[in-house]
Structures are given as C-alpha cells and as structure tokens.
C-alpha cells in the first residue's frame, strides 16, 4: 500500500496503517499543567501584597508545563504499525526509554472491537486481538482508537490473508 520504511522492516512487508490512540489519552497533560497553576495561585490569593510571587506562580506553571509536554511527547512517539505481516506498538515510556511489541498477523487468533456511548458520538473506542499463548490465550489491547471499525475490517482482511 505505501513505500514507508520502518527499523526492522523485513523483506515484502508493506506498511498499511499507521495510527495512535486518541489525543484524549493524554487529558493528564492538561490537568497536571491546570493543577500546577491553580497550586501556584493560591500563596498570590493569601498574601496579595507580594509582587515576588507571581514568579513562584510562574515556577510552578512552567513545572506544569515541562510535565504536559512529557505526557503530550510520550503519546506523539507512542503508535501502531500495521503491515501485511504484523502489527507493532511502539511505546514511548521517557526520553530515553521505549517500549515495541510484534504481533504477527498468523498469531491472532480473533479481532473485536466495541465502542461506548461516547466513543460512538466521537468515533474512538477498543481493539482486542486475542493470540495463542502457552497456557490459555493472550490479548493485545488497544484502547482509545479513532474509528476502531476502519481498523478492525483492515486487520480482519490482513489476517484472512496471511492465514489463506
């Protein structure tokens, strides 16, 4: 489907999708930048004669700041990769630190994916993969996917095709 090249890419495999989870995964960004700035109010509501502490509330917006940009950063670098032999989840877990997963498109055994009231009004919602494991089955669980149909319909037809 695309010419995209990823690290680790083997020989005949194409990129099909590339999709995150949903941008309101990240809603701990904005509280905790929220949250720092109304703390650091509240010394400037108490003692209203101090000009110094507008910086101490300016000390604590840019802490708040330098916290949403990690979560905002930890979602932009953190996706799935579909192609026409696996699905891989790349974690970003710090600046440093990541996380990825393969599946191959042969281990799953089912797809499903559902949607709540809200998730049909916004159009994201849940993936479960369900794969072989020694012992009982495994599930890869993506929650918080925009248009999760669009998604499940691609993996059915990738799965049937690897399997046939």
Request: charge should be positive.
């Amino acid at each position: 489907m695309t010419d995209m090249e990823f690290e680790g890419q083997r020989e005949g495999e194409e990129v099909e999708l590339v999709f995150r989870r949903h941008i309101l995964t990240a809603w701990r960004g904005l509280f905790g930048l929220v949250l720092m700035g109304v703390i650091g109010l509240i010394p400037m509501l108490i003692w209203r004669d101090s000009q110094e502490l507008f910086f101490l509330w300016l000390a604590f917006l840019a802490v708040g700041l330098v916290y949403a940009l990690n979560v905002y950063m930890k979602w932009y670098f953190s996706y799935f990769l579909v192609t026409n032999q696996r699905i891989r989840e790349v974690k970003q877990q710090g600046f440093f630190r990541k996380e990825v997963i393969d599946l191959g498109l042969d281990k799953i055994l089912t797809i499903k994916y559902k949607t709540g009231i809200l998730g049909g009004i916004f159009g994201y919602g849940t993936l479960t993969l369900q794969t072989p494991l020694s012992g009982g089955a495994g599930e890869m669980v993506i929650t918080m996917v925009r248009k999760p149909q669009k998604i499940y319909n691609l993996l059915q037809d990738l799965a049937s095709k690897v399997e046939g």
